[in-house]
């Protein structure tokens, strides 16, 4: 702050009064500069009339003036009274820490409690909805502690938040539960190959219903598992309903995930229902089910982590991104009525959306639980699998044989590499 003071005029000392007997008399000065003074009163004055204050601040950028305020808790009294205190520096320190948080270099180590206290402060200040901070930002937490920010993921339906957030997506580790039903990703799409990478061999449950797959999407997602026995060895339950380019050949990849337990393949394209439940049967163990299973509803996935709002704050800045202006509702309403412009028609919901679907038309397999629970899950698929190989020879000796020669036949194909299944060797 600077101030100017003219140095020509001379401040007012004003009048000089002296206490004299109990009395106070004004004293007459002698000074003629003094007299002129007195007998022309001016007012008191600092500072000259054109003096104006300006703070040092720079205007363009706020962050000054929120660092002179965020130090403080401003709160009202009783009596209406503005009253401020100052924060504790741990808040200080970890508010700093969430605005610079993609400058971090590694929270390897670091305190999981205070870790999660800094995520929900950078995540209040919408750091991870950032472009290019926002991605640094989350790797440094989901290389720390993995699970622990996300371990249940539902993008179900949120197409837009995939294809603007995809490298976030592809940066969360081992999840155990994936939804990415409703995405019309296709054969090709980048995630669908982000399926077999190591990261996510911890999937235990993934739903792709409605993603216009076909058999090269479910031969390319199903690989490494076939080949290499890594990627989704760990998968439990797949949700393949809904995508009518799945053919009886496509179901024969699924053999390699012996861990299955649930599956859903209603509204694929197979022709021969009969023989792909045989096939299930007899090589995962899985029983078609009459009654819908819990296992596939919806609600079972659901975004669980230190992340569950993120997802949230990056489909608000998605559907803001893209959603239309208001000016262009009248001009867009007059195209319509003069024919100039077509009508966009409704999303189209999945079929199988609505639970009053006839419970026939659904393909769920389930795997039964053995009534011996002794034992390793080996042992005890050993032993039902030969005693339910007894009873067939006791019963039906030819049928058997034919049963035996064409399963020993179908191991020979899934173990025979083709070309395709080199070609995706050697992409990896």
Not at 116 to 121: H, I, N, P, Q, R
Request: with cysteine; aromatic share 8%; glycine share 6%.
């Amino acid at each position: 702050m600077s101030y100017y003071l003219n140095s020509e005029n001379h401040l007012d000392p004003g009048p000089i009064y002296v206490r004299e007997n109990g009395q106070l008399h004004m004293v007459n000065l002698a000074l003629d500069g003094v007299r002129s003074s007195l007998q022309k009163p001016r007012p008191f004055r600092l500072f000259p009339k054109g003096f104006s204050v300006e703070l040092c601040m720079n205007r363009e950028d706020d962050t000054a003036q929120k660092e002179k305020t965020d130090h403080f808790i401003f709160t009202y009294t009783r009596e209406g009274n503005l009253r401020y205190s100052a924060k504790s520096l741990f808040s200080l320190v970890l508010g700093f820490i969430s605005d610079n948080v993609d400058h971090i270099d590694s929270l390897i180590g670091f305190p999981e409690q205070i870790a999660e206290k800094l995520f929900s402060a950078a995540e209040a200040r919408q750091k991870f909805t950032e472009p290019g901070a926002g991605l640094r930002a989350l790797q440094k937490f989901t290389e720390a502690y993995g699970s622990l920010v996300l371990c249940s993921l539902c993008l179900r339906n949120r197409y837009l938040v995939i294809s603007e957030k995809l490298e976030e997506i592809k940066s969360f580790r081992e999840l155990t539960c994936l939804d990415l039903s409703c995405c019309k990703l296709g054969d090709e799409h980048e995630l669908l190959e982000h399926l077999t990478n190591e990261a996510l061999s911890s999937v235990t449950q993934l739903h792709l219903k409605d993603n216009c797959l076909s058999d090269a999407g479910v031969r390319k997602m199903t690989a490494p598992v076939r080949v290499m026995k890594r990627g989704l060895e760990n998968l439990t339950l797949l949700d393949l309903s809904c995508n009518p380019e799945i053919t009886d050949a496509g179901i024969g990849y699924l053999f390699s995930f012996r861990k299955l337990n649930c599956l859903d393949i209603s509204g694929t394209g197979l022709k021969d229902i009969k023989a792909v439940k045989h096939k299930l049967q007899t090589h995962i163990g899985l029983v078609h089910s009459k009654v819908p299973l819990k296992e596939f509803d919806h609600s079972n996935c659901k975004t669980e982590g230190w992340a569950d709002q993120i997802v949230l704050q990056w489909e608000r800045v998605t559907s803001e991104a893209v959603k239309p202006r208001e000016t262009g509702e009248p001009r867009t309403a007059a195209q319509h009525f003069y024919g100039k412009r077509a009508r966009t028609e409704a999303p189209v919901k999945c079929p199988l959306a609505d639970p009053h679907v006839n419970s026939s038309e659904k393909l769920q397999f389930y795997k039964e639980k053995a009534p011996d629970c002794h034992g390793p899950l080996l042992k005890r698929e050993a032993v039902s699998s030969q005693e339910s190989k007894k009873s067939k020879k006791r019963a039906f000796e030819e049928p058997e044989k034919e049963q035996s020669n064409s399963s020993q036949s179908a191991k020979q194909t899934y173990v025979c590499l083709a070309v395709e299944d080199w070609d995706l060797l050697n992409s990896y």
